[in-house]
């Protein structure tokens, strides 16, 4: 543990140092909204073809929802933490240009029935309803209308509700509240992990950017000649603006577009639904699980954690996942009931001696947080094209970026990612015309 951990206590989160040392330009060429993965991508993409750049975030930090906070001395990452689909994901490929210190996530987990490790049987029977349930999802979201994705999951037997829970958790909604079309589309395996902290990693990506810190935009006007950005900190003008602050906190109308936005942007926007996912952050080192960084799957009671990640960088830190439905039911309460939640439902799965030493360390409420107000986007059944709608410019000015645009890798940093270098991408071919 270092110092600064140790005066703080368990629990405590230590800040890490980012920020830039790089002085804003006034009158840049694109202003960007949000120093999160999409606009860091955005600006290192511009910045790269010769145009200079202002990011303004609302937050006195940058990263967004990838957030690595030090916690007795280790890193754990409080929003984002895995790198999903590493054949397609910009960031492991990034990562690996600069030799960050990625490692493969292990593709085998715990399997327990009732506080014992289930039998071959039974967890050949969960793969097999997984298998089944990704089956029909694919096949009727090529061939039937766009609806809710639960609506066309076959009967699994009793391990249906768990498959229908993970998948539930990894939406970031009920399946009964998620598009079919959109679901599938999404790319999920050959994970990896890095070493210190996805949050950190993104940190390091954004350190010597020009970012105004604690700059929330209230304002853009594109009524005249390029755009006018109105924030609590001054006002900026550029030729084109690239938005990448979440659905959820469009939705609350943080920012006004003078003019108004055409009608079909503001209907995709407001189509998103607040995807919900968060981290019960445990120190359990006498938990029963063993290996590196294993998915753990707790079935047989009365109540089952829809995600458990354990032994995080082969320490005693392990991610108790909560979804919508649990998360929802700690809003109005007090600060520790998801950690009292959490150890109830270990107890009730491995007995109370077994959590003897458990300390639920931190709880997270991105849903809650006015820059978030999710942890992503989700698609409802029917407005599957949304996320294509975004794309399109407006006015040739407005360009919005993020997570909830990307088609195959939607809620996750990489996808955020990509869709940044998307919009500078289009922006520099527009104004070199
Ligand atoms: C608990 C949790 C776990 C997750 N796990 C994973 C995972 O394992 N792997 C993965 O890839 N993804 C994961 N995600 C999702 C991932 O974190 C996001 O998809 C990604 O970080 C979004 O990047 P972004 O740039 O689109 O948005 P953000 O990171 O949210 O960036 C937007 C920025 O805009 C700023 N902003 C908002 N409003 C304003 C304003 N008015 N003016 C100026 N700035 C503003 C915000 O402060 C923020 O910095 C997780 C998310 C959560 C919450």
Redesign the pocket.
Known sequence: MNDDAAKRGVGEPVPLKTGSSIAPAADPDVII???????IAAARHLIAQGLTVTI????AR?????LTRSFKGHPL????????AGPINPLVKLGFERREPLRRAPVDGHFFVRGRPGSRAESAALDRAFAMADRAMTQAAKAHEDQAAAKVLPPMGPQGRRVAAIHGLVSGRPLEEVSLHDFPSMEYADNLFIAGG?GAY?ARLGKDLPIQLE????AIDWSGLGVRVE?AAGTLRGKAVIV???MA?LQQD??RFMPALPNAVQEAIHGFTQGV???VALHWPDSPFRGADRLASLTGTHRAPPGLLTCIDNTPFHFFELDRPAAAGFDGRDAHAPHRYARAVLAEHFGHRAIRNLTALHS?A?RNDP??RA??AVVPPGLYPIRDTLKAPVGERIWF????LSRAQW??????WE??ERAAGEIVRSLAR
Request: net charge negative.
């Open positions: 909204v949000g120093a999160g993965s999409a606009g303004l975030e609302a937050r940058i990263g967004g929802r990838a990452d409080l929003g984002a933490h895995w790198l999903h996805l993104v700059a929330p935009v209230r924030t990448t602050t979440p906190v943080m920012i996912y968060e981290h997270t991105w820059w978030s942890s992503w970026a993020g997570e909830a809620g996750t940093a990489g996808g955020a869709e940044g």
